[in-house]
């Protein structure tokens, strides 16, 4: 796709007419209630964000309302522990679909303690655990949080304190699962130090206009086009759209393949990045989820800008 066959698209129309069309489907999912901290969030709450790679930014609803972009870290942690240590994360995660909800534990065994892929939450341990291979325990966090300021070009992005001692005191399955791939080799450090990165850096927040620009570089082959720098090479963002398009939805990635034809990682937040190759990328937000963990209304929203637009690849 090129970004000049969209040139007589008019945005902003066509992200008020999903905001405006959205409305009666806001209240239909569950926000999670599993971290009590993001129990609180309105569920009627909604944003959406389109940044092309000419730095035009678009938006409709709450677009400046940072919220918790849960495992939509994942895409950010993945690149950054592949720019720390290269492919040899593969021999530790794989980029197979897994077909299981995002914190299953049924794999594991079978596979001697080797994460499908990096989006579900053992892997993302695993991609945690590298990142505080090359940098040391205490600097994880603040190395990932520097990564995203680089690429989103703005240092007002944090973890939220409460959310993060949230995740901790309620994240006994992260912890089952973490142990069980050290027993196996697959988790290297310290499982407390790991997880205080991993736990961190799920309660980032952005705002749906920080989020899209923060994912540029994803859409443009690995450069950040309004900085004018390279977060990353052509190869590896490739590949990272990839495994997003296959795994960035969990037990629903195909049904998000099928609906909007685009890379997308989703937050149990209800925060979804999607990815237009060559054209830029789109952030949604919407805190009711589907039985998956996925924003019901954001995936909703994302296929109606796909089908309206015409975002599909394919
Ligand atoms: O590991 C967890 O339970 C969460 N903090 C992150 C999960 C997440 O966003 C998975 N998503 N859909």
Same mark, same amino acid.
């Given at each position: 796709?090129?970004?000049?066959?969209?040139?007589?698209? +008019?945005?902003?129309?066509?992200?008020?007419?999903?905001?405006?069309?959205?409305?009666?489907?806001?209240?239909?999912?569950?926000?999670?209630?599993?971290?009590?901290?993001?129990?609180?969030?309105?569920?009627?709450?909604?944003?959406?964000?389109?940044?092309?790679?000419?730095?035009?930014?678009?938006?409709?609803?709450?677009?400046?309302?940072?919220?918790?972009?849960?495992?939509?870290?994942?895409?950010?942690?993945?690149?950054?522990?592949?720019?720390?240590?290269?492919?040899?994360?593969?021999?530790?995660?794989?980029?197979?679909?897994?077909?299981?909800?995002?914190?299953?534990?049924?794999?594991?065994?079978?596979?001697?303690?080797?994460?499908?892929?990096?989006?579900?939450?053992?892997?993302?341990?695993?991609?945690?655990?590298?990142?505080?291979?090359?940098?040391?325990?205490?600097?994880?966090?603040?190395?990932?949080?520097?990564?995203?300021?680089?690429?989103?070009?703005?240092?007002?992005?944090?973890?939220?304190?409460?959310?993060?001692?949230?995740?901790?005191?309620?994240?006994?399955?992260?912890?089952?699962?973490?142990?069980?791939?050290?027993?196996?080799?697959?988790?290297?450090?310290?499982?407390?130090?790991?997880?205080?990165?991993?736990?961190?850096?799920?309660?980032?927040?952005?705002?749906?206009?920080?989020?899209?620009?923060?994912?540029?570089?994803?859409?443009?082959?690995?450069?950040?086009?309004?900085?004018?720098?390279?977060?990353?090479?052509?190869?590896?963002?490739?590949?990272?759209?990839?495994?997003?398009?296959?795994?960035?939805?969990? +037990?629903?990635?195909?049904?998000?393949?099928?609906?909007?034809?685009?890379?997308?990682?989703?937050?149990?937040?209800?925060?979804?990045?999607?990815?237009?190759?060559?054209?830029?990328?789109?952030?949604?937000?919407?805190?009711?989820?589907?039985?998956?963990?996925?924003?019901?209304?954001?995936?909703?929203?994302?296929?109606?800008?796909?089908?309206?637009?015409?975002?599909?690849?394919?």
């Amino acid at each position: 796709m090129r970004l000049d066959t969209f040139s007589h698209v +008019d945005f902003q129309a066509e992200l008020d007419g999903v905001a405006d069309d959205i409305c009666p489907h806001l209240t239909k999912g569950k926000v999670a209630t599993y971290i009590p901290a993001l129990a609180s969030q309105r569920a009627d709450a909604f944003a959406i964000a389109l940044t092309t790679l000419r730095g035009e930014t678009f938006a409709a609803g709450e677009g400046d309302t940072p919220f918790s972009i849960q495992s939509v870290s994942k895409v950010f942690s993945l690149v950054l522990a592949l720019e720390m240590g290269g492919e040899d994360l593969w021999a530790r995660v794989g980029r197979e679909p897994s077909g299981s909800p995002f914190n299953s534990v049924v794999q594991l065994e079978k596979e001697e303690g080797r994460p499908r892929n990096p989006f579900i939450n053992a892997g993302a341990i695993v991609v945690a655990d590298t990142i505080i291979s090359h940098c040391g325990a205490s600097q994880g966090i603040d190395r990932l949080t520097d990564f995203i300021h680089t690429c989103a070009a703005s240092k007002s992005i944090a973890v939220n304190a409460e959310v993060a001692a949230s995740e901790a005191a309620y994240g006994d399955r992260n912890r089952a699962l973490a142990y069980f791939m050290k027993s196996f080799g697959i988790v290297q450090n310290d499982v407390p130090e790991v997880l205080d990165t991993y736990f961190r850096q799920c309660a980032l927040e952005m705002s749906v206009k920080q989020l899209a620009r923060a994912g540029l570089f994803l859409a443009g082959g690995g450069q950040d086009p309004c900085a004018g720098r390279r977060i990353t090479s052509h190869e590896r963002v490739d590949r990272v759209n990839s495994i997003m398009m296959l795994c960035g939805h969990y +037990d629903r990635s195909g049904e998000f393949a099928f609906r909007v034809g685009l890379a997308g990682k989703s937050g149990v937040g209800g925060g979804i990045l999607a990815v237009i190759p060559d054209v830029g990328t789109v952030a949604v937000w919407s805190p009711g989820l589907n039985e998956a963990g996925n924003s019901l209304a954001g995936t909703l929203a994302l296929e109606m800008l796909s089908d309206r637009v015409g975002l599909n690849l394919f």
